[in-house]
């Protein structure tokens, strides 16, 4: 398919864009020009040459310095994925020198080392002994938003709300369905609702909560759970981002919510017991997430491979826009 660019585009070099971003950092040329240790005429020249090729102003002038047009803070969103695109070549061609390793950044929720990922990763190492992994635990909006600016090569986590927020509304990544998990409330073992049959929320609002922070997936489906009985919703005594915190804080007394594959787990280990209170809101399934323009080969597809043998029954093939049901994860 013959590209739509112009010729002279594709004369742009990554210095010019490192121009761009210091202007706009810096509100001037010449405090730019400083930066990069070239003379003000050449960052000049630089700066007219990017706008010649894209035919598109790109900084307002005024007396006061120069402010970034919308045309200016979108280039520099695309810039910032080719830097870090940048990187990992670097870190790929690092690696083939000293070790001949190719690199894979992987973004993960914390709850998937719980489950199904250790299996996966020694089945994905297991089939390309040089690949060297860059693993990253944390929220899926976190894991988004990284994804979109280029910081990982795929994601295992949820394609949630957030996604809406990013430059081009999420629907640069495609995506596999893995499975669906629910979420469970957890107390220790003396708490009081343990062992209670058939307990509703109203039951568990004289008590304390440590819960995640405001934002996350799993605070919203509980606020949304009260919210749709008509109840307030609870305000946590602790809040935080760590699940296994909060299973340890539950330990000592408190509420909080959790994967039901991990609190089966940790109530077979530790003293804690899954109460007997359904959550009805559904949440989004997990997913194994790339860029679309990613060739899905190598150890993409070996990842994507072991994730499939990873759980029952056989995911859905990958999708660009909305989710299909996937499997159950087992407890």
């Known amino acids: 398919m013959a590209s739509a660019h112009s010729p002279r585009v594709s004369q742009l070099r990554f210095r010019s864009l490192h121009l761009l971003r210091l202007i706009d950092e810096c509100g001037s040329v010449r405090k730019a020009a400083e930066s990069m240790h070239v003379t003000q005429p050449a960052a000049s020249a630089m700066l007219r040459e990017v706008e010649q090729a894209l035919g598109i102003e790109l900084f307002v002038r005024s007396h006061s310095g120069m402010a970034a047009t919308p045309a200016l803070k979108a280039l520099l969103r695309r810039a910032r ?3 870090h695109e940048l990187d990992a070549i670097a870190q790929d061609a690092a690696a083939q020198q000293q070790r001949s390793r190719e690199i894979l950044r992987l973004g993960v929720l914390p709850r998937s080392m719980q489950n199904i990922m250790p299996a996966v990763l020694a089945d994905l190492v297991g089939q390309h002994p040089g690949l060297e992994l860059v693993l990253t635990e944390s929220t899926s909006d976190v894991l988004l938003h990284g994804l979109a600016r280029g ?10 709300r957030d996604a ?5 509304g999420g629907r640069g990544f495609r995506l596999q369905t893995l499975y669906e998990e629910g979420m469970c409330v957890v107390s220790g073992r003396t708490h009081p609702l343990a062992g209670r049959k058939r307990l509703g929320l109203a039951d568990t609002l ?11 997936v ?3 489906l509980l606020i949304d759970e009260f919210l749709h009985i008509g109840l307030p919703p609870p305000v946590p005594l602790i809040q935080s981002a760590n699940f296994l915190s909060n299973l340890a804080l539950a330990e000592q007394g408190l509420l909080t919510v959790s994967p039901f ?5 940790f109530e077979r280990l530790q003293g804690i017991r899954i109460l007997d209170l359904p959550l009805h809101m559904p949440l989004p399934p997990i997913s ?3 860029h679309k323009d990613r060739p899905l080969e190598g150890p993409m ?3 994507r491979n072991a994730l499939i043998r990873s759980v029952p029954g056989r995911p859905s093939m990958p999708n660009d826009a909305g989710l299909r049901r996937g499997s159950r994860l087992p407890g």
Do not use: M
Not at 164 to 168: G, I, R
Not at 261 to 265: E, I, L, P, Q, V
């Open 261 to 265: 594959s991990a609190a089966r787990k």
């Open 81 to 83: 994925v080719i830097a």
């Open 164 to 168: 809406a927020n990013l430059p081009d």
């Open 301 to 303: 597809q070996a990842l």
């Open 151 to 160: 910081e990982f090569d795929a994601v295992v986590g949820r394609y949630t």
């Open 218 to 220: 799993t605070r919203n």
């Open 288 to 290: 194994l997430l790339w």
């Open 206 to 216: 004289q008590y304390d909560w440590v819960l995640p922070p405001q934002g996350s």
